[in-house]
T-cell receptor, first 117, second 115 residues
Framework: AQTVTQSQPEMSVQEAETVTLSCTYD???????LFWYKQPPSRQMILVIR??????QNATENRFSVNFQKAAKSFSLKISDSQLGDAAMYFCAYRSASNFGNEKLTFGTGTRLTIIP | GAGVSQTPSNKVTEKGKYVELRCDPI?????LYWYRQSLGQGPEFLIY????????DSGLPNDRFFAVRPEGSVSTLKIQRTERGDSAVYLC?????????????FGQGTRLTVV
């Protein structure tokens, strides 16, 4: 079974600064997807960024980028120019790419990000 | 609306009672997932529907939990003889049909409190 570990229960960053959230995972599969989701107080999970394991290039979405280290099974999220609206819980998640239709996600325990004005 | 809708938003019930939680997926989405998020934890998979059938119910914790999706659209998660340990946020997600990667869209969840 796959596992996802987030070792930082809480992080804080000054507004406009950069912060990195850590995630490690364990799997025996070679083809999979990794995700970062944001969960604000509204509870709705919002997809921030996705990485396909077969792609060596790190994914980037505007101020959000990842550092994907496949051999080390590490997947960190970097948020640049942090904004007050970035404050939320952030979850790292794993999904197999070989289940053909069953796209269930395995989540970590989350990191609560606080933005300091 | 255009998103995944879950009702009720909050539900308080007494220990031992029966509850139903509803999920209305995005129109046209064939896959539907239920997750349970306990306090301080990430969501945990419960069950996956492809159309009307439960294709994977390996995450249901015990036989008090049951889910249906009779017409391949709306799904209902049913919990019998509720226990205080069932208190959690229950999230629903749906995704469209397609080959390769398809994105899952989440609702805002139902917060269930068993007193």
């Amino acid at each position: 079974a796959q596992t996802v570990t987030q070792s930082q229960p809480e992080m804080s960053v000054q507004e406009a600064e950069t912060v990195t959230l850590s995630c490690t995972y364990d799997t025996s599969e070679s083809d999979y997807y990794l995700f970062w989701y944001k969960q604000p107080p509204s509870r709705q999970m919002i997809l921030v960024i996705r990485q396909e394991a077969y792609k060596q290039q790190n994914a980037t979405e505007n101020r959000f980028s990842v550092n994907f280290q496949k051999a080390a099974k590490s997947f960190s999220l970097k948020i640049s120019d942090s904004q007050l609206g970035d404050a939320a819980m952030y979850f790292c998640a794993y999904r197999s790419a070989s289940n053909f239709g069953n796209e269930k996600l395995t989540f970590g325990t989350g990191t609560r990000l606080t933005i300091i004005p | 609306g255009a998103g995944v809708s879950q009702t009720p938003s909050n539900k308080v019930t007494e220990k031992g009672k029966y509850v139903e939680l509803r999920c209305d997926p995005i129109s046209g989405h064939t896959a539907l997932y239920w997750y349970r998020q306990s306090l301080g934890q990430g969501p945990e998979f419960l069950i996956y529907f492809q159309g009307t059938g439960a294709a994977d119910d390996s995450g249901l914790p015990n036989d008090r939990f049951f889910a249906v999706r009779p017409e391949g659209s709306v799904s209902t998660l049913k919990i019998q003889r509720t226990e205080r340990g069932d208190s959690a946020v229950y999230l629903c997600a749906s995704s469209p049909p397609g080959q390769g990667y398809t994105e899952a869209f989440f609702g805002q969840g139902t917060r269930l409190t068993v007193v």
